[in-house]
């Protein structure tokens, strides 16, 4: 499929389905779960996105996980397959950036801010972490972390 600028961006909102997240805490008022307000912001830099140029795939767009619901759990070794089910999502749309959003929970309030992680021991692991250092002024959070690791560590 041709765009106007080359690039795909594959963009998964996390959680969904019977993986709610972290649950949101508002004052006054009823909290957000994660999976909610990640969907939420996906959908409102979908039109973002495609207004600048760039082929954008979700990797769901409604209330629902990616994996089918019975393998959201982890397998015998330990192994996400919802999230392994996102990242053969974004191979198969080809993606050039794979942009997945969370919104972590912390007991303490006093942590907080945008968190940025990227996969540092794959071959493109510079281009991972140049992303990811252009992403953090964008963002109207607070300062937070920027952290190179490997994405199968995380959850």
Do not use: K, W
Request: aromatic share 4%; with cysteine.
């Amino acid at each position: 499929m041709a765009h106007a600028n080359g690039h795909t961006v594959f963009i998964d909102p996390g959680h969904g389905g019977a993986d709610r997240g972290a649950p949101g805490v508002s004052y006054p008022g009823p909290g957000v779960d994660e999976a909610t307000a990640n969907l939420a912001v996906a959908l409102a830099l979908l039109p973002l996105l495609r207004q600048a140029g760039y082929q954008v795939v979700l990797s769901r767009t409604a209330d629902t996980s990616v994996a089918p619901e019975s393998a959201v759990l982890r397998s015998s070794s330990g192994i996400h397959l919802d999230n392994e089910a996102r990242v053969a999502c974004a191979n198969a749309a080809h993606a050039d950036v794979l942009l997945s959003i969370h919104m972590n929970g912390f007991g303490d309030r006093s942590a907080g801010g945008a968190e940025t992680v990227y996969d540092a021991v794959r071959p493109f692991a510079t281009a991972n972490e140049q992303l990811a250092r252009l992403l953090r002024p964008a963002s109207s959070l607070p300062s937070g972390r920027l952290a190179g690791g490997s994405p199968t560590a995380a959850s």
